[in-house]
């Protein structure tokens, strides 16, 4: 089955990095537009951006020229490094991946941007 593992969250000072992990398996991963999610307490679950299967990204205009997505298919994992962190980007990250038209989602893990 389809499983997606987050890792690489953290707390961090603004103006730090983190890079995120998430490890997939259960489908060919390197066919498959993975995207990076986040949920702030009391928001909704945002689009952060996301990579094609062929390596063409988006992200969202909050995060731009700050983050970058990656992904290495030979490991089946994506990456969000994130720089130039602010207490804003404090939240929950999720990996993501719509399968067969269902969507799918990692654990998540938690990023804290201290001021």
């Known amino acids: 089955q389809v499983q997606l593992v987050e890792t690489g969250g953290g707390l961090v000072q603004a103006g730090g990095s983190l890079r995120l992990s998430c490890a997939a398996s259960?489908?060919?991963?390197?066919?498959?537009?993975m995207g990076w999610y986040r949920q702030a307490p009391g928001k909704e679950r945002e689009l952060v951006g996301r990579?094609?299967?062929?390596?063409?990204?988006w992200y969202a205009d909050s995060v731009k020229g700050r983050f970058t997505i990656s992904r290495d298919n030979a490991k089946n994992t994506v990456y969000l490094q994130m720089n130039s962190l602010k207490p804003e980007d404090t939240a929950v990250y999720y990996c993501?991946?719509?399968?067969?038209?269902?969507?799918?989602w990692g654990q998540g893990t938690q990023v804290t941007v201290s001021s």
């Open positions: 993501n991946v719509r399968v067969r038209g269902i969507d799918r």
């Open positions: 259960g489908f060919t991963f390197s066919s498959y537009t």
């Open positions: 990579i094609s299967s062929g390596g063409s990204t």
